[in-house]
């Protein structure tokens, strides 16, 4: 077989890339499997998912072969492939004994012969949030609209130069495939708030990507209650202009969790901010020396602050009062954390002479960490 040069793309999953050298092959790409040992089934792929959301671990010697292949150089490889440092990992002794790796090809499966390099299945996303890459930058890096998975976050989801959201490659293949974004800039906004927002947090002693999987979590959980939210109108009128653009997809695409990620990144990126601003904790250290109920339930000043940074007022009283949500269980932990709140400032607030003061420090009330208002 000679040697034809595909190209990875940055941040591809390992199968999205075989499988275009497979086709630059023009091969299938089970035929092209064959070459290696693979070490386990391939995962099912879900329900009328084409398998978008698999990737393939080499070890050394399967690495080798794939550099082979390709005719491009290790380095370049594991440059563009996020997998590609952890497949000799999951062939150590210890991961193959957690995984039940035995070594030995599954039955029906061509043997590649004994010196072949193995290869072992795993769902793409238990290393990373995975999206289908936008067709336009595709074509435009390889000449063809070629379909392409890469490892993509969910701040990082859309496409700059063409305006699209790249939807999760877990999606249903009858989902819309990507969103136009160009009726809602502000989820783009929202998007370019990230690169500084996360490298302050850091700076602050945080980690920002927990403190953004943890917004996610408090924000999908109020989008599951929004429906019974008299006051909501942010969201549904976000849904309507995404849903609406004639670029929008199929019927499916308004229940698609692509349209719902999309709506609520600039909410996720809000309270991002919010979890680690210094402000913030001082506010929720302050509620807690507050009696119960006016700490913790309606008079609590955290929620009713960041009620304002969401432009909904109305939601302080009722994040207030939901005890059992994860942004209760984050009150409760930071506000009991003396060490956190020492780190965010020498004196708390406690009084609301400080707090107020606190409100109109430079930074805050809509300054903090770019804190734009979201509309
Ligand atoms: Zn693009």
């Given at each position: ?12 999953t390992?199968w999205?890339y ?15 499997l ?17 398998g978008?959301?698999l990737e ?5 010697a ?17 440059r ?7 497949g000799?990992a ?6 193959r ?13 061509r ?7 193995r ?6 996303h238990t ?43 877990t ?26 927002l996360?490298r ?30 008299p ?5 549904p009128?976000?849904m ?8 929008a997809?199929s019927p499916?695409?308004?229940r ?7 709506a ?8 991002t ?7 913030c ?14 700490g913790?339930?309606?008079?609590g000043?955290?929620v009713?602050?960041?009620g ?26 930071v506000?009991?954390?003396?060490a ?5 400032s020498?004196?708390p ?25 979201d509309a």
């Amino acid at each position: 077989m000679s040697v034809l040069r595909v190209a990875p793309l940055n941040g591809e999953t390992t199968w999205s890339y075989l499988r275009r050298l497979a086709a630059g092959y023009g091969m299938d790409s089970a035929a092209l499997l064959g070459w290696w040992q693979q070490t386990n089934h391939r995962p099912r792929a879900g329900t009328g998912s084409p398998g978008a959301a698999l990737e393939m671990l080499f070890d050394p010697a399967g690495q080798e072969l794939l550099a082979r292949l390709s005719g491009l150089p290790h380095s370049t490889l594991a440059r563009a492939l996020p997998s590609w440092q952890q497949g000799p990992a999951a062939f150590s002794p210890d991961t193959r004994a957690q995984t039940g790796l035995s070594g030995r090809g599954p039955g029906g499966l061509r043997p590649a012969g004994p010196a072949a390099g193995r290869v072992h299945w795993q769902q793409a996303h238990t290393l990373g949030p995975v999206a289908i890459a936008c067709r336009l930058c595709t074509a435009r890096r390889t000449g063809r609209p070629v379909h392409a998975v890469r490892y993509l976050p969910l701040w990082q989801r859309i496409c700059t130069r063409h305006h699209r959201w790249q939807t999760d490659a877990t999606e249903s293949p009858d989902g819309p495939g990507w969103l136009d974004m160009a009726p809602c800039p502000e989820i783009a906004r929202a998007q370019q708030r990230w690169p500084t927002l996360a490298r302050r947090a850091a700076a602050r002693g945080h980690d920002p990507q927990q403190a953004f999987a943890l917004a996610c979590t408090i924000v999908l959980g109020w989008w599951q209650q929004a429906a019974a939210w008299p006051d909501e109108q942010i969201w549904p009128e976000r849904m309507h202009r995404l849903t609406q653009s004639p670029a929008a997809g199929s019927p499916d695409t308004a229940r698609s969790t692509a349209v719902r990620d999309a709506a609520v990144l600039p909410e996720v990126l809000t309270v991002t901010a919010a979890l680690t601003d210094p402000a913030c904790i001082r506010l929720a250290h302050a509620d807690r020396s507050r009696k119960r109920p006016a700490g913790w339930g309606a008079g609590g000043r955290f929620v009713h602050h960041l009620g304002h940074r969401l432009n909904r007022p109305w939601l302080g009283p009722i994040l207030s009062v939901d005890y059992t949500s994860p942004l209760q269980t984050w009150i409760h932990t930071v506000a009991s954390d003396r060490a956190a709140v020492r780190r965010c400032s020498a004196s708390p607030p406690k009084d609301d002479a400080e707090y107020l003061a606190c409100l109109a420090a430079p930074g805050l009330a809509g300054g903090v960490d770019g804190g734009e208002q979201d509309a």
